[in-house]
């Protein structure tokens, strides 16, 4: 964890440059969590909002108001207090009287799904258990294992080509592969929930019929394996006590595919480039500099994946540290903010753990393990196999994808000297193109799940 810079004045893109600024919460000019400038630096915004206090006032995506909670005690006291801050987004205030449009875009991320994400009391102390129960029996060695398969299939892919954009082809496929296989996809379903995850995620195509896609893909996969069970995610969930429903099934493989894939990706991407630019990291698979889990957690302390998220709305009018929130408008943790609360960063007894990128109480993150272990492995296999590889452009750079709920690269191109393709390698690559092609004919959206199959299986 390294402090951030302090900012007195409003950062750029702030509406305090043009006569907005200071004042109480109520009535004062929110801070747009959105656009180039936030994507750029938004460390200067949060530092910019804590003038307010522990929470200030923003505008998540244009016209919608929220408050974020930059303060790490404040962050605490709303994620530890489930009685009165709830998740349930059906009591939004705006959704409720109008002003709010239920098909605005900020509806996929913050609307209300029948899922844990969104539940309260006992219908949380009902979804969670079997999401959280069967996450938890994924073993280190399983994990260790498939991420070694999936990294050295991918590497195979462009090894030989002395270049590589480490997020677009290898943080973001790996990904992907490792949860399909974690959940227990068959070709079919694995490729079309890479293609709407992708579709949703990066803007590449209609997102409202990929969130209709998604869905139907979901609770196929449900079916099939409440009628052919594995030794996957997608089965324990079915097979837990609480016996939910298919319907329940997809809703919760929805949240936990959704959530997990967007924050793994970022995860690795943003830990290689870390690994990559920072001298202190030079030379660790070789015993040289720093672990790469020390990496990681530089990450989730300064640059956490899911920057700002966890929505909660106050049952009633309440006072957080002097600033006042109204009952059903929205208050999102500031994960990224909290962490560089400066009364956290100056002080010498913060454990290196402390940090919210997980969240904390009962919402949060039940796959913290596996996805570190998922991070570990996927820099280390990768550093194995190209030892030399280095970044292709200067850090500072490198663009962030714009958008108020994640930290996320753009792109991260790197170099490397070429591997010469051996003879094996190219029949697996030949091969994958040709079940890549099949899968195009039939009409099968993508076909990397298909692909590596079949490599998979040479």
Not at 4 to 13: A, I, K, L, W
Not at 245 to 257: N, R
Request: net charge negative; with cysteine.
């Amino acid at each position: 964890m390294e402090p951030q810079p302090r900012y007195d004045s409003p950062p750029p893109g702030c509406p305090a440059h043009q006569g907005g600024g200071g004042g109480e919460q109520q009535g004062a000019e929110r801070v747009p969590l959105y656009g180039p400038e936030f994507a750029e630096n938004p460390h200067a915004f949060y530092d910019y909002l804590r003038q307010h206090g522990p929470a200030g006032p923003v505008e998540v995506a244009p016209g919608v108001d929220a408050t974020l909670v930059t303060d790490y005690s404040a962050a605490l006291h709303v994620l530890q207090n489930p009685d009165s801050f709830v998740r349930d987004s059906r009591r939004w205030r705006a959704l409720n009287e109008g002003t709010l449009s239920p098909d605005h875009p900020i509806m996929a991320l913050m609307g209300y799904r029948p899922n844990t994400l969104f539940a309260d009391g006992a219908q949380h102390v009902r979804l969670r258990p079997p999401v959280a129960d069967s996450l938890a029996r994924l073993d280190a060695f399983r994990v260790n294992r498939t991420v070694e398969k999936v990294s050295t299939y991918l590497v195979s892919q462009f090894s030989h080509r002395g270049s590589v954009d480490l997020l677009n082809e290898y943080a973001k496929e790996l990904t992907f592969l490792v949860f399909n296989e974690f959940f227990g996809c068959p070709p079919d379903i694995g490729d079309n929930l890479i293609h709407g995850f992708t579709t949703m995620f990066d803007g590449t195509g209609d997102a409202v019929e990929a969130n209709e896609v998604l869905s139907r893909t979901l609770y196929a996969l449900s079916v099939e394996k409440r009628k052919n069970p594995g030794d996957d995610v997608t089965s324990w969930m079915i097979e837990h006590p609480s016996q939910l429903s298919d319907e329940e099934v997809a809703h919760q493989l929805a949240v936990t595919l959704g959530a997990g894939i967007e924050a793994e990706r970022n995860l690795i991407a943003t830990g290689l480039m870390l690994m990559l630019s920072d001298e202190r990291y030079f030379g660790d698979i070789g015993g040289g500099g720093l672990l790469v889990e020390d990496a990681l957690t530089e990450v989730l302390w300064n640059e956490p994946p899911i920057a700002n998220y966890a929505t909660h709305f106050p049952v009633r009018d309440v006072d957080l540290g002097g600033v006042q929130l109204r009952a059903n408008d929205p208050v999102l943790i500031s994960f990224a903010g909290a962490n560089a609360d400066p009364t956290v960063s100056t002080s010498q007894v913060v454990s290196r753990r402390a940090h919210l990128a997980w969240g904390a109480g009962p919402h949060a993150c039940p796959a913290k393990d596996s996805a570190s272990l998922i991070a570990v492995g996927a820099i280390e296999k990768l550093l194995n196999q190209l030892p030399d590889i280095e970044l292709a452009v200067p850090v500072d750079s490198l663009q962030w994808r714009q958008g108020a709920i994640h930290r996320a690269l753009a792109t991260l191109p790197t170099r490397f000297t070429p591997v010469r393709r051996q003879r094996q390698s190219v029949t697996a690559e030949q091969e994958a193109a040709a079940v890549r092609k099949q899968s195009e004919q039939a009409g099968a959206k993508g076909g990397l799940w298909s692909s590596f199959l079949s490599w998979w299986r040479v």
